[in-house]
């Protein structure tokens, strides 16, 4: 796969991880449990996917392909690191809200 679309792939896979984890944020802010974990789980998909591509630029790397650092795989790399950091925050989060629920309806 050409080295640019390996970017933008890890660029939209992070992307869209954050904006999961921030959706699990709400969902769990919202009360709608279920929900925020779902989210959660597609933020991990995502992750998942763009660290794929991250590992092929590696792979590369390893076997001696000389690949140059560009701006935007610094950026993209900038990206893939904060939705990973993101997502673990909105794990926290969900559980959070799920835990301040259960006090506030006389539960532990």
Same mark, same amino acid.
């Given at each position: 796969?050409?080295?640019?679309?390996?970017?933008?792939?890890?660029?939209?896979?992070?992307?869209?991880?954050?904006?999961? &984890?921030?959706?699990? $944020? *709400? /969902?769990?802010?919202?009360?709608?449990?279920?929900?925020?974990?779902? &989210?959660?789980?597609?933020?991990? *998909?995502? $992750?998942?996917?763009? %660290?794929? /591509? @991250? =590992?092929?630029?590696? %792979? &590369?790397?390893? @076997?001696?392909?000389?690949?140059?650092?560009?701006?935007?795989?610094? %950026?993209?790399?900038?990206?893939?690191?904060?939705?990973? =950091?993101?997502?673990?925050?909105? =794990?926290? /989060?969900?559980?959070?809200?799920?835990?301040?629920?259960? $006090?506030?309806? !006389? !539960?532990?």
């Amino acid at each position: 796969m050409e080295f640019e679309m390996i970017i933008m792939n890890l660029l939209n896979y992070s992307g869209e991880a954050r904006s999961y &984890s921030m959706e699990a $944020i *709400q /969902f769990a802010k919202d009360g709608e449990v279920e929900k925020a974990k779902k &989210s959660i789980e597609e933020a991990e *998909q995502k $992750i998942s996917l763009a %660290h794929k /591509f @991250q =590992t092929s630029l590696i %792979h &590369s790397e390893a @076997q001696g392909e000389k690949l140059s650092i560009s701006l935007l795989l610094i %950026h993209a790399e900038d990206h893939l690191m904060n939705a990973i =950091t993101i997502k673990d925050m909105a =794990t926290e /989060f969900v559980d959070l809200y799920v835990r301040m629920s259960k $006090i506030s309806n !006389g !539960g532990c």
